[in-house]
Structure formats: structure tokens, C-alpha cells
């Protein structure tokens, strides 16, 4: 699973250590995350889209959505729709 976490943790000037804090994890398990390492539970998705204030889809998504240019990590609250390429 891809993410955009550390275009948004530079956005927002968190650190990894600062991120973390927030969402009750550690560091190390916050970079496993970022990196694609370890996919995270369902709860630490929910508390990583509170702290950006952005839906979880916007920030976590499969390969094949970053293949074919659906993510749009520049304006959040718009995407592509990966059906109708609108």
C-alpha cells in the first residue's frame, strides 16, 4: 500500500517522531508505514486522516491508482476518478 505521508508530514512540518505522537504509534512503526513496509490498522488510518484533516483514500492507496496517475497529492480534496478519468 503507497502513501503520501511524507508529502504531508514536510506540508504540515512534522517530523516522523512528531507524526507519531499524534497517532499514538512509534517512530519505527511510522516509518514502516511510510515506506510500505507495513500496512497500518484501520484505527491508525483513521487517526492519520484526523491530524491532516484529509480522507484516508487521499492518503493511502494501492500501486496500480499511483500507475495510472490518480493521486493528485498537490490539491487534496481533488482527484481523478480512476472509472471515468474525469
Do not use: C, W
Amino acid at each position: 500500500m503507497r502513501n503520501i505521508l511524507k508529502v504531508l508530514r514536510a506540508k504540515h512540518n512534522l517530523t516522523q517522531e512528531q507524526l507519531a505522537k499524534k497517532i499514538g504509534i512509534s517512530r519505527p512503526a511510522l516509518s514502516d508505514i511510510e515506506t510500505g513496509k507495513t500496512i497500518p490498522s484501520g484505527q491508525t488510518i483513521i487517526r492519520i486522516a484526523n491530524v491532516f484533516g484529509i480522507p484516508a483514500e487521499q492518503i493511502f492507496f494501492e500501486d496500480d491508482v499511483v500507475d495510472r496517475g490518480n493521486v493528485n497529492i498537490s490539491s487534496p480534496h481533488r482527484r481523478r476518478n480512476a472509472v471515468y478519468g474525469s
